[in-house]
């Protein structure tokens, strides 16, 4: 007779993702507005990124990093979007074991890229504003180069443990994900091995990096408000704020939205599990689609370029 123990189980090769598993009628209307917005976030960062690539004005470090944070806001979206749009339009919830883990992989890492890439760019500004006259010896080519480097060593050795713990996992029999992504927890809990490691390591490296990264940022910030103060100039003062206008702008909306995402996590509880689950996809949308708007409008030089290109075409 077969045992009904959980060794004797199969393991599990693929996972069922189930979006909204309280109102699954949502995915009908969320569709549209998440295909726009996707389109959207392509179409601006592609702009942004070419308009970078071919306005030779452009080529100095503080876009090139611009260049680094759109290209980690496709990626993030690329990731998450077209499988939950596959989900919708064509009920396609299967998701292999690897592409699961994959996906997971990319969450955690490039969400700590974008925030160590705003870390940078507050560096940049700090520099440009407190130290202009050493801004071109010390903020080169070189710099961009090494601090791309350090943002993706950092966060993706970092992350990648997240993703080899939960892939260890013993998955006895259950492989429905009450998510639309493969997140940690929504996967890790399906296991029937301990996940108390794997959920206190995501929490200490998670608020690890983001933590440090948002310090540092309102350090820059400080001392950048420290020093506009002293501007006697007329005028000067709002004209160094002004550089610093976008990419404050960014970091408060990606700080907020992200605020806002764990704050409902802590309190499923007391709110629909559905909520949580529909922040979560928009957190990975929405900025990617904000960010090369905010920029394209306030920069003089961006918007210039982008002119100049269309009038090329």
């Not at 396609?92 to 705003?118: H, K």
């Not at 940078?120 to 520099?127: E, K, P, T, W």
């Not at 990975?284 to 210039?304: F, W």
Request: proline residues 5%; aromatic residues 10%; glycine residues 2%.
């Amino acid at each position: 007779m077969a045992s009904h123990s959980n060794y004797s189980t199969p393991p599990v090769s693929e996972f069922i993702l189930i979006c909204f598993p309280n109102y699954q009628s949502w995915q009908h209307w969320l569709s549209l507005p998440l295909s726009l917005l996707l389109l959207l976030a392509m179409g601006a960062n592609a702009i942004l990124l070419i308009t970078i690539w071919l306005e030779a004005s452009l080529h100095e470090p503080m876009y090139y990093l611009l260049s680094l944070l759109s290209l980690l806001d496709m990626v993030l979206c690329l990731t998450v979007i077209p499988k939950v749009l596959a989900i919708f339009w064509f009920d396609v919830r299967s998701i292999g074991f690897f592409p699961c883990f994959l996906q997971m992989f990319i969450m955690n890492s490039f969400l700590t890229m974008e925030s160590c890439t705003f870390m940078v760019m507050a560096y940049d500004r700090y520099v440009a504003i407190c130290k202009p006259l050493h801004y071109p010896s010390i903020i080169t080519n070189q710099f961009v180069a090494r601090a791309t480097i350090f943002v993706v060593a950092r966060n993706a050795l970092a992350s990648l443990p997240v993703p080899i713990l939960s892939a260890r996992l013993r998955y006895c029999a259950e492989n429905i994900i009450k998510n639309c992504i493969c997140t940690n927890l929504s996967v890790s809990k399906l296991s029937c091995d301990d996940i108390t490691f794997n959920r206190l390591y995501q929490f200490v490296a998670g608020w690890t990096l983001l933590g440090s990264d948002l310090i540092l940022i309102l350090l820059s910030y400080s001392f950048i408000l420290k020093a506009v103060l002293r501007i006697k100039v007329e005028g000067a003062a709002a004209k160094a704020l002004s550089t610093c206008g976008s990419h404050f702008i960014l970091i408060l909306f990606f700080s907020t939205v992200l605020l806002v995402l764990v704050i409902t996590n802590l309190a499923r509880k007391r709110i629909p599990p559905d909520i949580p689950i529909l922040l979560n996809i928009l957190h990975h949308l929405i900025p990617p689609a904000l960010n090369p708007i905010v920029y394209g409008v306030r920069t003089k030089e961006i918007k210039q370029g982008i002119q100049k290109m269309i009038r090329r075409l």
